[in-house]
């Protein structure tokens, strides 16, 4: 690999580490016109941000900060990621630089790979010891209910990746994820339900916890709060008489901040349901909630 000076924006260039630096200085070079290696140790770039929840000191999403870099650097034309890979030597000089890279053996076909993780929980290596399952726990749901969750199930049988698109559709129907549904899907799809819990748990658009008829989102999100998201979230606790992240108690609205809803032009933004309030004021989104019947 050679580096030839940035004058005639020739030559390529060696990036060590995927993580959010990496990834920003690969993706300039790139667009400058270099052929950029990035070599990751990991299997996957992204780095540590990809592990954290929120930044200091904004609290702002890590992963949308990393995200769209990530897709840019995964499809750049001029970028050759060499993942689950490390750099052996170097010689030469500045403008003619060889590198070895060792490419450590992935023991699946990566253009093949979906990461599903399926071929974990199959693996006949990691999975030897044998346990007892326990005893099952009574499902605690309806037969009305019971009978719901089966449909919901069935009809995504046989699809790869099925669990979240089968929560989603439970979480739509009641609102929340009931434990006995949760446990119902674990059975049904013979998932660890503590995987299932992982991504329930994961997602902020499930919830655990019974949920009103309504879900009121208020952006507290950097340009949102910015424009007055918080008086705006002050005024509906006041109005609904509930703080953030709790239920009415007539199970009519459950009032949620969250970061970032992705459309920051319209700051400040909250949604009911399906429908965005743009730049909302507090006498506007207390009357818009007579819309929403109980
Ligand atoms: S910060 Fe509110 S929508 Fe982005």
Known sequence: ??????????????????????????????????????????????????????????????????????????????????????????????????????????????????GCGECMANCLVRNRAYVEPPEPEPLELTPDELGDVNRIVAEHEGEMGSVIPILQDINARYKWLPPGAVRRVSEALEMPLSRVLRIATFYNVFSLEPRGEHIIRVCMGTACHVKGGSRILESLERELDVRAGGTTGDRRFTLEAVRCLGCCGLAPVVTIDEDVYGRITQQKIVKALDKYPA
């Open 1 to 114: 690999m050679s580096s030839q000076g940035s004058k005639n924006k020739v030559g390529s260039v060696l990036v060590v580490g995927a993580g959010i630096g990496g990834m920003q200085a690969s993706l300039d070079l790139a667009n400058a016109g270099f052929k950029v290696y990035l070599v990751e140790r990991d299997p996957a770039i992204g780095g540590v941000m990809s592990q954290l929840d929120k930044t200091f000191p904004t609290n702002d999403c890590a992963m949308c900060t990393l995200a769209p870099r990530m897709v840019e650097c995964g499809s750049h034309i001029n970028i050759e990621k060499l993942t689950y890979s490390e750099v052996e030597s170097i010689e030469g000089e500045p403008g003619a630089f060889k590198v070895r890279v060792r490419k450590k053996a992935r023991s699946v076909k990566a253009d093949k790979c979906t």
